[in-house]
């Protein structure tokens, strides 16, 4: 079965950086998009970053781009989330995101808070 298991979340200080990983499993991985999204307390989910099949075509949200990259392994099954110059703003629960036939999966969440 399709399983997603982000990794590398954690207390950060403001302006710091942290690196997601997004480990895939039960599928193909180097056929499908990747996607980033994050939720934060109160807050609908939003999308971060979205990376495509082959990792050539990427995009960020407005307000992450400059200080995100999205990339991928393909040969390791994994997407990361590189996120520097980081503000308690990007306090949120980041997910990673996989649709495989018109069905979404979501990985179970990693928790990142910036704070001093």
């Known amino acids: 079965q399709v399983q997603l298991v982000e990794s590398g979340g954690g207390l950060v200080q403001p302006g710091g950086s942290l690196r997601l990983s997004c480990a895939a499993s039960?599928?193909?991985?180097?056929?499908?998009?990747m996607n980033w999204y994050r939720q934060a307390p109160g807050r609908e989910r939003e999308l971060v970053a979205a990376i495509s099949s082959s990792g050539i075509g990427t995009t960020r949200a407005d307000s992450m781009k400059g200080r995100v990259t999205i990339s991928r392994d393909n040969g390791k099954n994994t997407v990361y989330l590189q996120m520097n110059t980081l503000k308690p703003e990007d306090t949120a629960v980041y997910y990673c995101?996989?649709?495989?036939?018109?069905?979404?999966?979501w990985g179970q969440g990693t928790q990142v808070t910036v704070s001093s």
């Open positions: 995101k996989a649709d495989i036939r018109r069905i979404a999966y």
């Open positions: 039960g599928f193909t991985f180097s056929s499908y998009p």
